[in-house]
C-alpha cells in the first residue's frame, strides 16, 4: 500500500500561487490559516463574530493580492497576523482612536488575585475577559499567545516598544485572571 | 506556565470549524495583479533621463555637456559646462544607486 502523500508546505504552496497563479493552492492555505485569524481577529474585536469574519475574509483576499512581497523570512502564519492586525486596527481607527500604548494606570500587581482559577475555562468566559482589556494589551496578548510571536517580534509588529508590549502583557495577564476568577468563583 | 498561560494556549490551539468560509473566501478572490518588473526602473530611468534632458536644455549659452566633460577632465570644476556634466552624471548615478538597492 503506498504511503499517503506528505500534504504541501505553506512554501511550496506559495510558490504554486506565484508560479501558476494556483487557486487551488491558496485555497489550502485559507483552510489551513482559517482559524487562527478568525481566532486572533474574534478576540480583537470582543468576540464580534460577524465583523471578526468579515475582517478575516479582507485579510486573505489582502493576502492574495500581496503575495508576491511575502519573502519566506518569516512564517506565513506571522505574515497574516501582520496583515490582520492593520486590517483590525483600520478598522478600529474608522470608529474610535486605537490607543496601542495607553496605561491605564491602575498597577499590574494590584490586579494580581491570590485565589486560583476555575478549572474550566469557556470560550465565552474568556472572550468577556477578554473584552475588559484595552486595546493595546488584546493586540499584545493576540501577537504572543494566538501568533505565537516573541515580545521582540510582537513589539515590531505593533509598532511599540518592547517594554510597552511588556508591561500589556503582565497587566492583561493580571485583568484576566481576576475578571475570570471573579467570573467564576 | 501560570494558568493563564495555559488558558490562553489552549484557546489558541482550539480550530475553529470552517463552517464555509474558506468558499466565501475563494469565491471572493479578485484576478491577481499581473507582476510588471519592468515599470519601476522605467519610471526611474524615465525621471532620470528627463531631468537630464530639460538640464541641458535650460543650461545657460555654450554650457555644453561635452564640453562640460572636457572642462571636467582639466579640472576646471566651475564653468558652467562642468556643472552641467556633473549634474547629468549624477542624475544617472542616482538613478543607478537606486535601481541597485531596489534589485537587492
Redesign the interface.
Known sequence: MPAPAASPTDAQLILA?LER?D?RA??VL??RH???V??VLRRMTRGDVALA?DL??EV??LA??N??KFRFEAKFSTWLYRIAFNTWQSEARKKHEVLLDTEDGSPAESLEMAT??PDV?T?VD?ERAMAVLSDGERAA?TAC??A?LSHEEAAEALGLPLGTVKTHILRA?AK??AH?TKEKP | MNDIDRVLREDARSTLPDDGFSARVMAALPARPRPRPWLHPALILGSAGLGSLLAIAFAPAGASVLQGFADLAQLHLHTPGALTAIAFGGALLASAVVLAIDSD
Do not use: N
Request: charged share 30%; proline share 0%; hydrophobic share 45%.
Open positions: 500561487v497563479e487557486r491558496f485555497g485559507v483552510e482559517q482559524s487562527q478568525r481566532t469574519d478575516a475574509q486573505f483576499v492574495w493580492r503575495l508576491g486560583e482559577m475555562v470560550r474568556l496578548i499567545f494566538y505565537d495577564r484576566l485572571k475570570l
